[in-house]
Nanobody, 116 residues
Framework: QVQLVESGGGLVQPGGSLRLSCVASGFVFSRYGMKWYRQAPGKERELVALIFARGGLTHYGDSMKGRFTISRDNDKNTVYLQMNSLTVEDTAVYYC?????????WGQGTQVTVSS
């Protein structure tokens, strides 16, 4: 079955960086686009970034452009999210997502807290 396991979250000071990882299994990873979402307390889940299966084309949410970078390693079935210049507004649970045969799959999430 499809499984997504995120890691790499934690507590970081404003201006700091974190790199999140999502290890995927249960499907042919290289054939699917992958996404990162986040959800802050009291807010709706929002798209952070996506990376297409082929060519490595990427797309970012407006507030993430220039600060976040999504990448993938198809040999390791892993998608990454490099986050730089973090602000308190980036505090949220970050989720990995894939759509396989019209079904959305989510990881358990990893907490990112930006605080001084």
């Amino acid at each position: 079955q499809v499984q997504l396991v995120e890691s790499g979250g934690g507590l970081v000071q404003p201006g700091g960086s974190l790199r999140l990882s999502c290890v995927a299994s249960g499907f042919v990873f290289s054939r699917y686009g992958m996404k990162w979402y986040r959800q802050a307390p009291g807010k709706e889940r929002e798209l952070v970034a996506l990376i297409f299966a082929r060519g490595g084309l990427t797309h970012y949410g407006d507030s993430m452009k220039g600060r976040f970078t999504i990448s993938r390693d198809n040999d390791k079935n892993t998608v990454y999210l490099q986050m730089n210049s973090l602000t308190v507004e980036d505090t949220a649970v970050y989720y990995c997502n894939v759509i396989v045969q019209t079904v959305h799959y989510w990881g358990q999430g990893t907490q990112v807290t930006v605080s001084s």
